[in-house]
Structures are given as structure tokens and as C-alpha cells.
């Protein structure tokens, strides 16, 4: 008997592993390695073509001092402005949404669509609508309030508000889920007390609602950072070269154009490993002040 389940057993873990095998040697082979290549090669000044040459900490020193890394870190820092305006608005919305009337669910739908659109495609439509000649806002401004648009795109005091833009409206619908979620999940019991209690409408929510929805708030926060930190897509396609007086440049497109641009890799691994070492932090800052205001039932 003993046997026949050391048999089975061994046939289990057999299976266990064969299952578990593709993602394990996926990650090794696709994540560390390359991981750790990026730290070798950081120490090195290599073009992909001729051979590394090692040196040292010369490319660390070196993105100290460029002023495009403190600029595209500047714009990156500016873009979390969103972050805040997304979260009064997906909440704003989730209220709205939280509602029992016909039809609700197709509104809910759509709100959440830009969440699942492409985002190349999606920025390609922005690139129209803020065209400065014939871009809808700019006709809309022009035709119902007699004003003239900006230069959106191509100024670069509208760059990064037109950027924040474009994230709130693609954003929105995917904290507006997390809201409702968390809307539907607060027992009716709270606001049932409050009301014997004589508590208003703006005391059930200050007092009620957004303390049991602090955690997901916490969610939000520190995704929407770690996102902006990393935001590149909409930045390729909407600022070429980072925009004009590369005003709307991040440090990921920043790292992109050393990489496969000026074929500076070493330069761009050193960047790259800056920018996680900062999102690291910034991260475990969160995480250690989430104590102070994160309410836990």
C-alpha cells in the first residue's frame, strides 16, 4: 500500500511540475536573464553591434548630470496631477453608476470601455481631436464659445495638461469598477445607524463611505504611480521627440530613445535601473504610510 501512494505521489509532483515548468522557465529565460544582463550591461558602453566596454559607474554619473533625466523625471512627476483629479472623478462616477434604473448596466459598459481599447488606436483619435487646425475641441471652442484653441500638441504649456487629459479619460472607467465594488460592498448597516444617530448626507459619506473605501483608494494610488512612472505609448505617438522643448518626454521614453534610438544601451540599463530603484521606493514609502490613513475593517 505504501508503495502504490509513494507511486501516486510521485506521479502527482511529476505532474505538478510539468505545469508549473513553462511559466518558471518563461520567467527565467524572459525576465531574470535579461534582468541581469541589464545590470552587467549598465557598467558597460555598448551599441548592440561593436563589443561592451566596460565603465564603471561613468553611466550612472553621467544621467545625474543630463538635464533631459531631471526634465523627463519632472513631466513624469507633473502627469501624477491626474491621479487625484481620476479619483474624485471614477468616484464621482461610481455613484452615479451605483444606482438601480434601466439601462445601467450598458452606461456602466461604456464608461468602461476606454479601459479596453487600444491604446495606440486610442491615441491616434486624441492626435485628431486636439489637432490644432481641424481637431474637434479646438472647432468646438471656436464654434460655441467664439474662442481659439490652443496649439495642444505643439505648445509646450499644453502638452502635459492635454497628456493628463487623455489619462483621465482612458482611466476613468477602470477605477469607476473599483469604486462601485467597493460601494456595493459597504453593509447598508452603517448608514441605517447613522441616520438614527441624525447623521446628513455629507456626514454618511465623509464618516462612512470614504473611510471603508480607503483601501481601495490605497489601490489606486499607488498603481496610478507606478503606471505614470511608466507610461510610454501615448507619449510615443502624441510627442514625437518628447514633444516640443521635450516638454512632454517621461524618463521610460527617455530610456526608449537611448535604447533604439542612439543605440546607447549601457546608458539606457543605467536609466532603466534608476527608474526601478525609484519606483521601488516610492512603492515601500506607500506601503509603510498606508498604516496611518488606510481603514481596515
Known amino acids: 500500500m505504501g508503495m502504490k501512494l509513494t507511486g501516486y505521489r510521485r506521479k502527482e509532483l511529476a505532474w505538478l511540475y510539468l505545469f508549473v515548468a513553462p511559466p518558471v522557465l518563461g520567467f527565467l529565460i524572459f525576465g531574470l536573464t535579461p534582468m541581469l544582463f541589464s545590470v552587467y550591461i549598465s557598467f558597460q558602453r555598448w551599441d548592440m553591434i561593436t563589443s561592451p566596454t566596460w565603465v564603471g559607474l561613468d553611466n550612472y554619473v553621467e ?21 487625484p483629479l481620476g479619483m474624485m472623478l471614477s468616484l464621482l462616477l461610481a455613484i452615479l453608476m451605483n444606482r438601480s434604473i434601466r439601462g445601467i448596466s450598458f452606461l456602466r459598459t461604456m464608461y468602461y470601455l476606454p479601459v479596453i481599447s487600444p491604446i495606440i488606436a486610442v491615441s491616434l483619435l486624441w492626435q485628431w481631436i486636439l489637432n490644432q487646425d481641424y481637431g474637434l475641441l479646438n472647432q468646438m471652442l471656436w464654434n460655441w464659445f467664439g474662442i481659439a484653441g490652443p496649439n495642444w500638441l505643439g505648445d509646450a504649456a499644453w502638452v502635459k495638461p492635454s497628456l493628463i487629459l487623455i489619462g483621465l479619460w482612458s482611466g476613468i472607467g477602470g477605477n469607476m469598477v473599483l469604486y462601485l465594488a467597493g460601494l456595493q460592498s459597504v453593509s447598508s448597516t452603517y448608514y441605517e445607524a447613522a441616520e438614527i444617530d441624525g447623521a446628513n448626507g455629507w456626514q454618511k459619506f465623509s464618516r462612512i ?76 514609502i506607500q506601503f509603510k504610510l498606508a498604516n496611518r490613513w488606510v481603514y481596515q475593517d
Do not use: C, R
Not at 543605440?263 to 527608474?275: C, D, P
Open 63 to 83: 544621467l545625474l548630470k543630463d538635464e533631459k533625466v531631471i526634465k523627463s523625471l519632472y513631466n513624469t512627476v507633473y502627469l501624477m496631477i491626474g491621479i
Open 209 to 284: 463611505t470614504l473611510p471603508l473605501l480607503t483601501p481601495i483608494h490605497f489601490f489606486v494610488v499607488v498603481m496610478g504611480v507606478i503606471g505614470a512612472f511608466q507610461s510610454f505609448s501615448q507619449i510615443y505617438v502624441l510627442a514625437v521627440d518628447g514633444g516640443p522643448e521635450y516638454s512632454g518626454a517621461t524618463v521610460v521614453y527617455y530610456i526608449f530613445q537611448h535604447a533604439f534610438k542612439y543605440f546607447n544601451m549601457g546608458f539606457a540599463s543605467a536609466v532603466a535601473w534608476m527608474l526601478g530603484l525609484l519606483i521601488f521606493f516610492v512603492t515601500l
